[in-house]
């Protein structure tokens, strides 16, 4: 139901909403980290780590710390600006780190400091041997 409230929001009685969207460029130029260096800047930095992915595949494998915000309700947040404090770093982890890394642009568009995708998304980090917490 969200993707026709989303893309068809006269259907609902809903004003029909602006985009949150990032050019090629922008995203291009967002930060990314490998897994391996992305433990290393977790245990430095403790970033607020946003999982994108739906409930039941966070629920099989997340990170440890990671906070669940699937995709289209992440994009509804970003309706009214930066839903997270500035002077917190964030990393962004998707399945492979496509819309991590269009989210990352996003957030440096609307003006957070250091927004940062996770290279390669959970399939990466899980290919690296990094840890996972499974519920």
């Given at each position: 139901?969200?993707?026709?409230?989303?893309?068809?929001?006269?259907?609902f009685?809903?004003?029909?909403?602006?985009?949150?969207a990032?050019?090629a460029?922008?995203?291009e130029?967002?930060?990314?980290?490998?897994?391996?260096n992305a433990q290393?800047?977790i245990?430095?930095?403790?970033?607020l780590?946003?999982?994108l992915?739906?409930s039941f595949?966070y629920?099989?494998?997340?990170?440890?710390?990671?906070?669940n915000?699937?995709d289209?309700?992440?994009?509804?947040?970003?309706?009214?600006?930066?839903?997270?404090?500035?002077?917190?770093?964030?990393?962004l982890?998707?399945?492979?780190?496509?819309?991590?890394?269009?989210?990352?642009?996003?957030?440096?568009?609307?003006?957070?400091?250091?927004?940062r995708?996770?290279?390669?998304?959970?399939?990466?980090?899980?290919?690296?041997?990094?840890e996972?917490?499974?519920?």
């Amino acid at each position: 139901m969200s993707y026709f409230r989303s893309r068809r929001p006269d259907l609902f009685g809903d004003t029909v909403r602006r985009r949150v969207a990032a050019t090629a460029e922008q995203i291009e130029q967002v930060s990314t980290l490998a897994p391996l260096n992305a433990q290393t800047w977790i245990k430095a930095e403790d970033p607020l780590i946003v999982d994108l992915r739906g409930s039941f595949a966070y629920s099989a494998a997340h990170i440890e710390g990671s906070i669940n915000i699937p995709d289209q309700l992440f994009a509804d947040l970003l309706q009214g600006g930066v839903p997270f404090p500035r002077q917190r770093p964030i990393l962004l982890a998707c399945p492979v780190g496509e819309q991590s890394a269009k989210y990352a642009a996003v957030l440096a568009g609307l003006g957070h400091p250091d927004a940062r995708s996770l290279d390669g998304g959970i399939v990466a980090w899980r290919d690296a041997g990094a840890e996972l917490v499974r519920d």
